[in-house]
C-alpha cells in the first residue's frame, strides 16, 4: 500500500480542472523528493487506505486534509479536491467519501465552498458550540465534537 503511494506520488500529478493544487511535477530517481510530492504521496496513501476500508465498509470513509492547512481555506479546498480527484480517478465515488477538515474559521470556509459542489465534509476538532453553529451553517455532513479534549485544554490551564 505504501509501495503503491510512494510510485503514484513519483509520477506526479497534473490536472488543469480549476481548484485544484498546482500540478507535481513526475520524482526523478536519485534525488531528493520536493515538498509537494510529499504531500502527494501522504494524499496517495490516503486514498490508498480509504480504498482498503471502503471494501468492508459499506458507508462512508473519511479522509483527512493535512492538519498544516488549517489555517488557510483556499490551500485546504484545493487539498480536498485533489483527494476527491484522486478517488475518482481509483474508481471511488465521491458520495462515499467525507473530507475531514478541522473546526477553524478556514476549515469551516472550505468546507461551505465543498459542500456546495457536493464533497461531502466531516468537520472534526470541534471544542465548542460556536464551532459546531459554524460548521451545521456551512452545511457540513458531519461535525465531530471533541468536548472532553476542551475540558483537559481548561484543566491545563487552571493549573
Not at 504521496?41 to 471494501?55: P, Q
Not at 459542500?115 to 461535525?143: E, H, M, P, S, W
Request: with cysteine.
Amino acid at each position: 500500500m505504501v509501495d503503491a503511494a510512494v510510485a503514484a506520488a513519483c509520477k506526479g500529478y497534473s490536472n488543469a480542472a480549476a481548484g485544484l493544487p498546482a500540478p507535481v511535477a513526475p520524482h526523478a530517481p536519485g534525488t531528493a523528493p520536493s515538498a509537494a510530492t510529499i504531500d502527494l504521496a501522504i494524499d496517495c496513501l490516503s486514498v490508498e487506505l480509504g480504498k482498503g476500508i471502503l471494501t468492508i465498509v459499506p458507508g462512508y470513509v473519511s479522509t483527512e486534509v493535512d492538519i498544516r492547512l488549517s489555517f488557510d481555506a483556499a490551500a485546504s479546498e484545493a487539498r480536498a479536491r485533489r483527494i476527491i480527484d484522486l478517488y475518482e480517478a481509483a474508481g471511488v465515488p465521491r458520495s462515499r467519501v467525507l473530507i475531514k477538515l478541522a473546526g477553524t474559521w478556514e476549515g469551516v470556509r472550505a468546507a461551505e465552498a465543498l459542500q456546495r459542489d457536493g464533497i461531502r465534509c466531516n468537520i472534526t476538532l470541534v471544542f465548542g458550540f460556536c464551532q459546531a453553529v459554524a460548521a451545521a451553517q456551512a452545511k457540513a455532513t458531519l461535525i465531530s465534537p471533541f468536548p472532553g479534549r476542551g475540558e483537559s485544554v481548561q484543566q491545563s490551564l487552571a493549573v
